[in-house]
């Protein structure tokens, strides 16, 4: 055993095992003069949420797939290979493609995982509670010495302070269909290739799902108003929030979009015409 494992005989995770509530005060500052600045970014393992994609695509002016294609890469978020993303590293390394000599090139458009470090947070569905509560932690990593920091805030004003609060509330819908999918356990609910593919576009795509509710086949099942479709097609941040009312109706059948009372009968109808014609 060596010296910095006999000092930790219980735990050797950066994470301290210690449950923070909102109104938990944590003792951290980072800032420009500190001794490890950027450290946290040279060695970085980000998963993409929608949101992060939005404001980043935005910054960029890309569409959602340059964006993804030139900054991401694929990764599977679980064992049924619900598509995720992470975000890309400098070639050869395991540094931030947006980290640069003054620091962060995207720092108001950072992501979620980036605002909330050294601070960690998970969804937690407790026995015989419908709803997920939020619980927090510390993230305390060798490198870091922000955790030495004279500076004490509570765990509510620090998200305030890093814009979490925001980013959580654009993401929650996102996260509440990535739990549900995960707590279906590992044979209940495997998604058929069309699901992931529309995970895909709703979380990763909205250009593409802009294109897709505008379709004469979307259209005719669900109810949306010419106002509604306005703002759908001009306000991103409405479409990422319709785009997961959607995916809740498609991949768990709740009622969350109207739909046309005469919606099933002109889907079997068009099914029908489709194949008629394939055959001929
Ligand atoms: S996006 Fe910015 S803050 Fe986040 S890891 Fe990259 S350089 Fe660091
Ligand atoms: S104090 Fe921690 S979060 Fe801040 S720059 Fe240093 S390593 Fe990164």
Known sequence: MDKQSEQKPFYSSPIEPIELKLNSVIQFDCHKNISCFNACCRNIDIVMTPYDIVRLKQRFGLLSHEFVGTYTTPYP??????????LN???????????????CMVYEDRPAACRYYALGSMGV???????VEDIYFLVKEDHCRGHEEPRTISVVDYR????VDVYD????????????KRSSGPTVGRPSDRSKQLFDMCSYDLDS????IQTEGFLEIYEISSDQMSILVRDEEELLRFSMQFLKQVLYGEMTIPMKPD?????IQRMRERMQASEE
């Open 77 to 86: 978020m679980d064992h049924h290979d619900m598509p995720g993303l992470k």
């Open 89 to 103: 590293t400098k070639p050869g390394t395991t540094e931030c493609v947006f980290l640069f000599e003054e620091g």
């Open 125 to 131: 569905r407790k026995k015989d509670v419908s709803q």
């Open 160 to 163: 305030e302070e890093q814009g």
């Open 169 to 180: 509330e654009k993401n929650r819908d996102w996260r509440d269909v990535v739990l549900k």
């Open 209 to 212: 799902f802009r294109e897709f």
């Open 263 to 267: 919606a099933r009968e002109k889907r």
